[in-house]
């Protein structure tokens, strides 16, 4: 009998979300970000919006925006408020929004919920409660290939510093990383074997500043990480401190590049910004608008890369590498037509050793990944299995300063 009800109650809320769809006169959207227009991150994120607003025709009297959402109890006050206001699918777009976006889809069946770049929906079993990320892993790699073009430019030109290399000779690189999650985890992993795929002669130290965005912190990370002698910085970290920092040590006479992350660096470092990996979510919300505007349940787990156009590469730095824009093309083009997986187990070890299998999914809730084979075809299928990323390896070649 309890089976039979929990199937009803299950049937009951999957015909709510799915019930008939509205028009843009009636129809409202709930966006709760963590940052607003200054922070890069959430900038891409109200541009994604503002993408599906221009395709079905909303207006700012459709969208309930909420800026500058911490992650606590104020963001399920908002979901609240959005669900009030009439909101019938509200987005949060930060990783620990999760919990409180999830308790109020648990109380509020009607309506949808998505959790930009978490990874509790399929695990909650609630059909009003969806995850998205991009493929930025991707990008990512991209991002890589035109630092790894860059260091061989400057090696060859004998242009890289004594403290630009290791005894052994290895080309230093750094990494501003907020947290030491997954997302990070996989984001710089890519970036790392992008390069490797140019010049394999190179080691990456990664320093976590311990927030999203911080300004300060992320110039003085970077600030240390050349003062380690690292000549390249790479960030998963939201402000422009870090590019900007960067561009001061090379108008000092530095060798020293930037590769940013969400917006184009240049404005901030004309001269030392190479590239930025980005993300174009204006493909998901089109997307996920579009299917609650049609009363469809949105996926539970989406994610996209290359072959829709999700993720990119900013405009190239005017001190890229020659060739760069043109195996830049090549790379993009190979992985659309999946001849390139990022994660390919031939070209990383752990501890020496080639990885043969690896989890990808926690089952238990402990933060360790313990259920789910992530490799097959030879390589780790990262963001498949969920939309989040799962790669957490800690591979030869990169060290954690913190």
Request: with cysteine; glycine share 10%; charged share 20%.
């Amino acid at each position: 009998m309890k089976k039979l009800l929990s199937l009803i109650m299950v049937v009951a809320m999957i015909l709510s979300v799915c019930a008939i769809g509205a028009s843009a006169d009636d129809f409202k959207v709930g966006v709760i970000l963590v940052g607003d227009e200054n922070e890069g991150y959430t900038y891409a994120h109200i541009l994604g919006v503002r993408a599906a607003m221009a395709e079905y025709g909303l207006t700012d009297a459709n969208v309930c925006w909420y800026y500058n959402i911490p992650e606590d109890e104020t963001c399920y006050d908002k979901c609240i408020e959005a669900v009030e206001e009439g909101c019938k699918v509200v987005f949060t777009n930060s990783y620990s929004h999760q919990t409180y976006a999830e308790q109020a889809a648990m109380e509020n069946p009607e309506v949808q919920f998505v959790s930009m770049t978490g990874d509790g929906a399929l695990k909650s079993g609630l059909p009003n409660f969806s995850n998205a990320f991009n493929k930025t892993f991707e990008s990512r790699y991209v991002s890589g290939v035109v630092a790894g073009m860059k260091i061989a430019e400057l090696d060859a030109a004998g242009k890289i510093p004594a403290a630009g290399k290791t005894e052994d000779g290895k080309v230093k690189i750094g990494y501003v990383g907020a947290y030491p999650y997954a997302e990070v985890v996989s984001g710089y992993t890519g970036f790392y074997l992008g390069i490797k795929s140019i010049y394999p002669d190179v080691v990456m130290d990664v320093q976590y500043t311990n927030s999203w965005f911080n300004q300060t912190a992320e110039a003085e990370t970077a600030q240390a990480l050349m003062d380690r002698g690292c000549v390249i910085i790479g960030q998963h970290a939201d402000s422009t401190g870090a590019p900007s920092a960067i561009q001061a040590a090379k108008d000092a006479g530095k060798v020293a590049y930037s590769v940013g992350y969400n917006v184009d660096m240049l404005a901030v470092a004309p001269t030392a910004a190479l590239t930025s990996s980005t993300n174009d979510w204006g493909v998901y919300y089109k997307y996920a608008i579009g299917a609650a505007m049609k009363g469809e349940k949105i996926v539970t787990d989406w994610s996209e890369g290359y072959e829709t156009g999700a993720v990119a590469i900013t405009a190239l730095g005017p001190e890229v590498a020659p060739g760069t824009a043109e195996k830049v093309a090549e790379v993009e083009a190979a992985i659309k037509a999946g001849t390139l997986h990022v994660f390919d187990i031939n070209t990383f070890t752990v501890g020496g050793e080639k990885v043969e299998h690896c989890f990808c999914f926690d089952s238990d809730g402990d933060w360790i990944n313990d259920s789910v084979e992530a490799i097959e075809d030879g390589y780790y299928h990262e963001s498949e299995y969920l939309s989040a990323p799962s790669f957490s390896l800690r591979i030869d070649g990169i060290t954690e300063l913190n």
